[in-house]
């Protein structure tokens, strides 16, 4: 196993395995998230959409079968793939075993160092269709190492794409949105229906980009204020910030911040948000 990743031994596959509709040899294993991608067009536009070249530092979270490898790997040279399955992690070292520009990290993305990986390269730009049950801990979990990525093309779970981009006043604007959006650009390409896979997922998915912004528009505060006042504000999305707030800033405080607060916090944007957390006490934290 790579020296990258951190303490992972992948268990053994006990779970029982979704029957492949088109009777492909590999049998898509439901805990790791498995739904391949099987239309040509769709691969084509998710391709198109990342514009790989050469001298870029590609890495695919969850190549599975390649789908997105192989034109990955013909249009940028060379590509680092992140695999849990060792059956596919195989499979795969053994079909691009003449291709010197293929690495594979067989582990748990989630145990991957992204900093080692960029270390000397140009910065990052991660794809993938992602398992969509680790989908919002690898987005936080990204987002820590945002200094090394140039950007990141995912495929998720529509759902969780419309959180990702939603603005104030909308039903979808809630943390995730506010805390994706202060560290980046957020835009959704397009999305992709369930049966542009085997298994078809029950859900609809679409392709989000995202791309740390650079420079920042916002002023900088400290990543934990600021999640802070986001979990504290949305926790209870219904109150209004005066009630809501009071579990972070002292009594003083509340009567002098910058903000409304007869409003909720659906009606906040991501700079209302930057301004609260700029005025955190260091031991503020919420219960
Ligand atoms: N890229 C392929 C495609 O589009 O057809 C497969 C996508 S499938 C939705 C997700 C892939 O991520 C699977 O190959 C799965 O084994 C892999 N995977 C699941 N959990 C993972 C993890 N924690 N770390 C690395 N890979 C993981």
Redesign the pocket.
Known sequence: MCSLVHNHTPSPHTDNPVSDQQNYQHRA?KR???????DEHI?NRIVHAIVPGPNQTLI??????????EPLLDAAGRLTA????RD?AAQLRSRYADKPGFHLIE????DVDFATLAQGQAALRIV???????STP?LFRLLQHKEHIHDMVF?LQLEVVQRLAAGPGSDDYGRLSVMMQYHCEVDMPFKVPPHA?VPQPKVDSAIVRLTPHRPSPWPAVDAQALATVVKAAFGQRRKTLRNTLKAVFSAEKMAQLPVDLGLRAENLGVDDYVRLAALVEPDGAVA
């Open positions: 294993r790791f998230g498995q739904n391949f991608l099987r691969i695919e979270i969850g190549p599975g079968q390649g789908a997105l490898t992140i695999e849990i399955d596919l582990g748990d993305v989630l993938g269709n992602l398992p969509y049950n680790i690898l495929m896979f």
